[in-house]
């Protein structure tokens, strides 16, 4: 393999409600962390995975992993995008591509990783997995008065894992300043092209209750 995937890990995922943090609650018995770890382990191209944890549960997380993957854990920060530069600065210069994987999105299967890697190594600086977008989309002023309707056909979801030449990552880690949510939006200000692939609806982030409902029905279905 010569992909080393991040997985951002440290968010409270306060959304969800009150609970442990995101990455540690339990789908099906399990915590998302390991939902997600399995599937990026049985990735063929992956040949390191990197945990940014919650900093109060870096040996936890060791410890929660040891009969899953090898995996290096690290402390993550207080934003999404120090989590990524903590983990990033633990990847060793050979592995050529990184992939951003949010933890979040435990059931990712193994093909959208596979694509995404493949896609970094036939020469895109960057990928992202997207999906089209389903409902309409209307932009609002403060006083939630419809401004206009975008036009939906040329928008897409974004997914992770995101793709990168680890050169061209670590260039738009250092090169951003402001916060951004996604690791192909500092690439995107570098100038640079940023390519997407088909992503999955079941690469669904889990963010809200309903979310995990969705997510154990989806475990009762055969694996893709
Ligand atoms: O909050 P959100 O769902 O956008 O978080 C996306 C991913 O980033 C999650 O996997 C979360 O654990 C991670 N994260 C992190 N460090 C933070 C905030 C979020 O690793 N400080």
Redesign the pocket.
Known sequence: GDVAVVV????A?LRLGPGA???LRLLEGEPLLVHAVRRIAAAPSVAMIVI?APPADVDAVHTLLADVAPVTVVA?????Q??VAAALAVVPPELGIVLVH???RCLTPVSVFERVAATVRDGADAVIPVLPVVDTIKEVDDTETVLGTVDRSALRAVQTPQGFRASVLRAAHAAAADSH?DDAGAVEKLGLPVRCVPGSDLAL?I?RPMDMAVAAHLLTLPAP
């Open positions: 951002p890990a440290a968010g995922g943090p995101k990455a940014a993550g920060g207080a934003e999404r120090e989590s949010d933890a979040a949510t982030k963010t």
